[in-house]
């Protein structure tokens, strides 16, 4: 049988139409007509006032990080489990991240953990959505109001989706998308900021590109960087917002379709479908070993590659990275769930070309794995 990837995307809407009518009209770049229709678009989606596009979701967070102000002297709390990109944009911007560990039923933020590492120095609370579920914005939102700290948002992985009834991604005072090709709508690659307030716009904008200025274009006050977005990138992304209702309702019927396979299995944790805040969206549909399982992730995953199944391992933590050790970073840190999921967590096919059919293909070769 054919090998599953681990991640597929479905490209059957308008995308065809919107590209060829960037090559008709010989709009290619970040000029052209669909990066703002894409950012109007997606930010009316999410509620918010601006929508700043960029080259990816990673860069997103950089400008996000810097047009808020935090520099040195600056601590950031954040998830350790969660992707560089969060991190690097605090180190970047010479601030020092501070991590907590993760919750060890919705793999996102211990929401608990965050006020004790609250110092005089704290600025920010980077909340991560990771998976499918929200973080628990309320009592985080809480603690942030408390002690004066901002709030910067990355909903890269949650496009769509609400957290008790509104969107997520429009609770940051600035909050990031990305739009990978593994995102549930890509423009292959791509991100974007978005933000209720018109300076912080404006700043995002300057940041993005190159911080020309708009009356002496190449006299410059402060460094940015060239992150445009594409026309031709914007064009996928229009398309691929027309369709994200249906994304998100295949994606949870992906997500169904898998637990009802795999719930009987043993020594499997499987995501969550609901809390008393959220639905899942299973933005991927991750396993985890439990401890009585003879065998980590990584095995897991090999054995499944032999049977032609597609996987990724779950995130690694931020305070065991190398990169960061040798910054002088997170010295005897220890967040015992993230590092256990790390290493025995890994998530399996999830793109949106998935078929039911592959998708029972899946469930078969875990059990035999874990038979
Ligand atoms: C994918 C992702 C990013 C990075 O986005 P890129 O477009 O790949 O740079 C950032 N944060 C989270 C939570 C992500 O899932």
Same mark, same amino acid.
């Given at each position: 049988?054919?090998?599953?990837?681990?991640?597929?995307?479905?490209?059957?809407?308008?995308?065809?139409?919107?590209?060829?009518?960037?090559?008709?009209?010989?709009?290619?770049?970040?000029?052209?007509?669909?990066?703002?229709?894409?950012?109007?678009?997606?930010?009316?989606?999410?509620?918010?006032?601006?929508?700043?596009?960029?080259?990816?979701?990673?860069?997103?967070?950089?400008?996000?990080?810097?047009?808020?102000?935090?520099?040195?002297?600056?601590?950031?709390?954040?998830?350790?489990?969660?992707?560089?990109?969060?991190?690097?944009?605090?180190?970047?911007?010479?601030?020092?991240?501070?991590?907590?560990?993760?919750?060890?039923?919705?793999?996102?933020?211990?929401?608990?953990?965050?006020? &004790?590492?609250? !110092?005089?120095?704290?600025?920010?609370?980077?909340?991560?959505?990771?998976?499918?579920?929200?973080?628990?914005? &309320?009592?985080? =939102?809480?603690?942030?109001?408390?002690?004066?700290?901002?709030?910067?948002?990355?909903?890269?992985?949650?496009?769509?989706?609400?957290?008790?009834?509104?969107?997520?991604?429009?609770?940051?005072?600035?909050?990031?998308?990305?739009?990978? &090709?593994? @995102?549930?709508?890509?423009?292959?690659?791509?991100?974007?900021?978005?933000?209720?307030?018109?300076?912080?716009?404006?700043?995002?904008?300057?940041?993005?590109?190159?911080?020309?200025?708009?009356?002496?274009?190449?006299?410059?006050?402060?460094?940015?960087?060239?992150?445009?977005?594409?026309?031709?990138?914007?064009?996928?992304?229009?398309?691929?917002?027309?369709?994200?209702?249906?994304?998100?309702?295949?994606?949870?019927?992906?997500?169904?379709?898998?637990?009802?396979?795999? @719930?009987?299995?043993?020594?499997?944790?499987?995501?969550?479908? !609901?809390?008393?805040?959220?639905?899942?969206?299973?933005?991927?549909?991750? =396993?985890?070993?439990?401890?009585?399982?003879?065998?980590?992730?990584?095995?897991?995953?090999?054995?499944?590659?032999?049977?032609?199944?597609? !996987?990724?391992?779950?995130?690694?933590?931020?305070?065991?990275?190398?990169?960061?050790?040798?910054?002088?970073?997170?010295?005897?840190?220890?967040?015992?769930?993230?590092?256990?999921?790390?290493?025995?967590?890994?998530?399996?096919?999830?793109?949106?070309?998935?078929?039911?059919?592959?998708?029972?293909?899946?469930?078969?070769?875990?059990?035999?794995?874990?038979?």
């Amino acid at each position: 049988m054919a090998f599953i990837p681990v991640n597929e995307p479905a490209l059957n809407g308008n995308e065809k139409k919107y590209l060829l009518e960037c090559l008709d009209t010989g709009w290619i770049s970040s000029e052209g007509p669909f990066v703002q229709r894409f950012e109007t678009e997606f930010a009316q989606r999410v509620g918010r006032s601006h929508g700043i596009s960029v080259a990816n979701g990673s860069a997103a967070l950089d400008v996000a990080v810097v047009a808020l102000g935090l520099g040195p002297g600056d601590e950031v709390i954040l998830p350790t489990f969660t992707i560089i990109s969060c991190a690097a944009a605090i180190v970047r911007a010479g601030a020092t991240p501070v991590v907590v560990d993760a919750d060890p039923h919705t793999w996102n933020m211990a929401v608990d953990q965050v006020e &004790a590492r609250i !110092t005089p120095r704290t600025r920010a609370i980077m909340a991560v959505h990771i998976y499918g579920l929200p973080v628990d914005m &309320a009592p985080l =939102l809480d603690i942030a109001q408390r002690h004066h700290l901002t709030m910067l948002e990355d909903a890269a992985e949650l496009h769509g989706q609400t957290y008790r009834g509104r969107p997520c991604g429009s609770f940051g005072d600035i909050s990031t998308f990305s739009f990978y &090709a593994n @995102k549930h709508i890509t423009t292959g690659e791509g991100g974007m900021v978005l933000t209720d307030d018109d300076a912080l716009a404006d700043r995002c904008r300057s940041l993005r590109n190159l911080c020309f200025q708009p009356q002496k274009r190449f006299v410059h006050e402060e460094l940015g960087w060239n992150f445009r977005l594409g026309n031709l990138q914007a064009a996928l992304g229009v398309a691929q917002l027309e369709q994200l209702n249906t994304f998100l309702a295949r994606k949870r019927a992906m997500g169904q379709r898998y637990t009802e396979g795999l @719930k009987g299995v043993a020594g499997l944790q499987l995501p969550l479908a !609901t809390t008393d805040y959220a639905d899942n969206g299973y933005w991927v549909y991750g =396993l985890v070993l439990d401890a009585a399982v003879p065998f980590d992730a990584a095995e897991a995953m090999q054995r499944l590659k032999a049977k032609g199944i597609g !996987t990724r391992p779950f995130f690694w933590p931020m305070h065991e990275q190398p990169v960061l050790h040798k910054m002088g970073l997170f010295a005897g840190d220890k967040h015992p769930v993230a590092e256990r999921l790390a290493r025995r967590g890994f998530y399996i096919p999830s793109g949106l070309a998935l078929t039911d059919a592959q998708i029972d293909q899946v469930i078969a070769s875990v059990k035999e794995v874990m038979a």
